[in-house]
């Protein structure tokens, strides 16, 4: 990054926030992290610059770099982690190797808005792993934890099996490590602020993560009409 990079387009500083990691967890998964940002943003139509970063990004991403791209150190810690917590990531794919098929498939990044195409452009970018939570739905810091005993994902059937990685804030589990997310905290129309999150494997940097929510965040911000 830059210097003066840290900063959004309205002047105001770009700090990530660290979660934390329950520490019997952390001696299982040593590496394992999570850090944040919020943004006062609402989801929008993507503008024309936005749009043009992921048409370059898709002529760059061709089939041959998608096929060796689990060969790059980023992309294989997740799939390593993957496998340490049984996920096979030929079957549940990694995030940016399930951005790789979609590009194949669809012959391109195809625009689904923002934050979405940001979250995109910062993972292909970096191939760290990121997604995003309606801000305004948090309780507290995050942190990744297993579930306790009679906890469930907020509108979704059923109780976790007891040990189930999730991310949590100060009032319970907010959605699976790698997988759904609780109803009602996912970005939607109504949405104002953001919270982008990155999970951090063994084997990522953290000046990896920090670019990663970088470029997302100003990415995003960069799209405020």
Known sequence: MSAGADDLADGSELVPEQGWVAPHVAAEFPGLGIAWVELE?????????????????SDRFYGGQAIHLRERPIPWAYRVFFRQIGLDPDHTRTPIEQLAFERIREGAFKSDGLPADALTVAVVETGVALLAFDADRLDGRLCIRDSA????????PGE?????????????????LFGEMGEG????????????VAVQVKGVPQIAVSEALWIAATTVDAGRV
């Open 185 to 196: 905290y996912a970005v939607a129309e109504a949405s104002r602020r953001l919270a982008i």
């Open 41 to 57: 943003a609402a989801p929008r139509r993507s503008p024309e610059p936005v749009q043009r970063r992921l048409r370059d990004l």
């Open 160 to 176: 976790l099996s007891h040990g189930t990685l999730a991310i949590a804030d100060e009032r319970g589990p907010v959605g699976l």
């Open 149 to 156: 005993p009679g906890e469930s994902l907020p509108g979704r």
